[in-house]
């Protein structure tokens, strides 16, 4: 799971199996400005078919303080 500026400035990158959580903050700890955020995550599922066990899936999302 990674998450972007609006300039494709990679934010954060969490890797972790199962659910993702992002707190808001930078990989510095710091919390982001408001504004637009795009993201992108690679979800491997466990299937007997190896051609569909993996999905990306993107979005944006707009965090307000």
Request: proline share 3%.
């Amino acid at each position: 799971f990674s998450v972007f500026n609006i300039w494709g400035q990679k934010i954060v990158s969490i890797q972790n199996e199962g659910s993702v959580l992002w707190d808001g903050n930078d990989s510095f700890g710091k919390p982001v400005p408001s504004g637009v955020y795009y993201f992108n995550a690679d979800i491997i599922f466990d299937t007997r078919d190896s051609s569909k066990n993996f999905k990306q899936i993107k979005g944006w999302m707009h965090i307000v303080h």
